[in-house]
């Protein structure tokens, strides 16, 4: 059975840090592409970061410069780092894999975590 565990999240203050980690189990996703997305209260879903299995990263412009996204393959694992975060980045984050190598939207995503909660303050 595959499962996606996020985890690192939590409160923070606007220009702090935070790093998120995702790890797959039940399968290898060294094939695959692994995002996160974030969904903040009454807005839809939204991509934040993909990397594929080239360890090439794409992001979203809101978090371009910020944040960067890392594997380990060899544990199955994709990581956020978050820098100078902002109040608008608050947010559950989510990890997701996708076998689609420019995949970005969520319905290309088939396997999805349960989230975990980043919240900044100003």
């Known amino acids: 059975q595959v499962q996606l565990v996020e985890s690192g999240g939590g409160l923070v203050q606007a220009g702090d840090s935070l790093r998120l980690s995702c790890a797959a189990s039940?399968?290898?996703?060294?094939?695959?592409?692994m995002g996160w997305f974030r969904q903040a209260p009454g807005k839809e879903r939204e991509f934040v970061a993909a990397?594929?299995?080239?360890?090439?990263?794409t992001y979203a412009d809101s978090v371009k410069g910020r944040f960067t996204i890392s594997r380990d393959i060899a544990k199955n694992t994709v990581y956020l780092q978050m820098n100078s975060l902002k109040p608008e980045d608050t947010a559950v984050y989510y990890c997701?894999?996708?076998?689609?190598?420019?995949?970005?939207?969520?319905?290309?995503?088939?396997?999805w975590g349960q989230g975990t909660q980043v919240t900044v303050s100003s």
């Open positions: 997701a894999v996708a076998n689609y190598r420019r995949a970005i939207r969520p319905d290309e995503f088939g396997y």
């Open positions: 039940g399968r290898s996703f060294s094939s695959y592409v």
């Open positions: 990397i594929d299995w080239y360890s090439f990263g």
